[in-house]
T-cell receptor
Framework: SQQGEEDPQALSIQEGENATMNCSYK?????LQWYRQNSGRGLVHLIL?????REKHSGRLRVTLDTSKKSSSLLITASRAADTASYFC????????????FGKGTKLTVNP | GAGVSQSPSNKVTEKGKDVELRCDPI?????LYWYRQSLGQGLEFLIY????????KSGLPSDRFSAERTGGSVSTLTIQRTQQEDSAVYLC????????????FGPGTRLLVL
């Protein structure tokens, strides 16, 4: 089963609005990463948050991590049509196999 | 610098034929990964190479799938006797060191088995 599960599966918003995507996972982790994918092609790394961090910012992106709830959220502020993409969280299992496990992603549509 | 490259971009083959997919990782990256992504789905881990260590093949779905990495650089994923369910986008990624570091993805190879 997937270590990371994104929620919602799909999200449609208007340009200028904020978009929030959530990720839940099952085991203790070393870090959690968010990736973006356009048009079913290669993924682009957005941000990495370590297990001892609670919040991280990068431009219009804000990521939070709650290890007690085993969940993370990705907030995109002031969304743009160009933000339309699928967003995936990826986790590694602390003390486990050296694999990043990706969720099924949230498909974000930003309408102009 | 150059990113991860994959070839071919698209591959159409007939059921039962063998296919080879190639990945050129970022120079100096010691770790290389292959994933498979079916339409509208997440990434399915296939195999992971780290330096000269034995690869982690735990994600390969059947013995028709194999991969090698020559000289610690270029990797080839081979699918023998292709089946229609093998149709997917095959993504390659590399990272500087071990698996937990940021992964840099190639554009993928879209495989269609008729």
């Amino acid at each position: 089963s997937q270590q990371g599960e994104e929620d919602p599966q799909a999200l449609s918003i208007q340009e200028g609005e904020n978009a929030t995507m959530n990720c839940s996972y099952k085991t203790s982790i070393n870090n959690l990463q968010w990736y973006r994918q356009n048009s079913g092609r290669g993924l682009v790394h957005l941000i990495l948050i370590r297990s001892n961090e609670r919040e991280k910012h990068s431009g219009r992106l804000r990521v939070t991590l709650d290890t007690s709830k085993k969940s993370s959220s990705l907030l995109i502020t002031a969304s743009r049509a160009a933000d339309t993409a699928s967003y995936f969280c990826a986790t590694d299992e602390w003390g486990g196999s050296e694999k990043l496990v990706f969720g099924k992603g949230t498909k974000l549509t930003v309408n102009p | 610098g150059a990113g991860v490259s994959q070839s071919p971009s698209n591959k159409v083959t007939e059921k039962g034929k063998d296919v080879e997919l190639r990945c050129d990782p970022i120079s100096g990256h010691t770790a290389l990964y292959w994933y498979r992504q079916s339409l509208g789905q997440g990434l399915e881990f296939l195999i992971y190479f780290q330096g000269n260590s034995a690869p982690d093949k735990s994600g390969l779905p059947s013995d028709r799938f194999s991969a090698e990495r020559t000289g610690g650089s270029v990797s080839t994923l081979t699918i023998q006797r292709t089946q229609q369910e093998d149709s997917a986008v095959y993504l390659c990624a590399s990272s500087l060191y071990r698996n937990q570091e940021t992964q840099y993805f190639g554009p993928g190879t879209r495989l269609l088995v008729l």
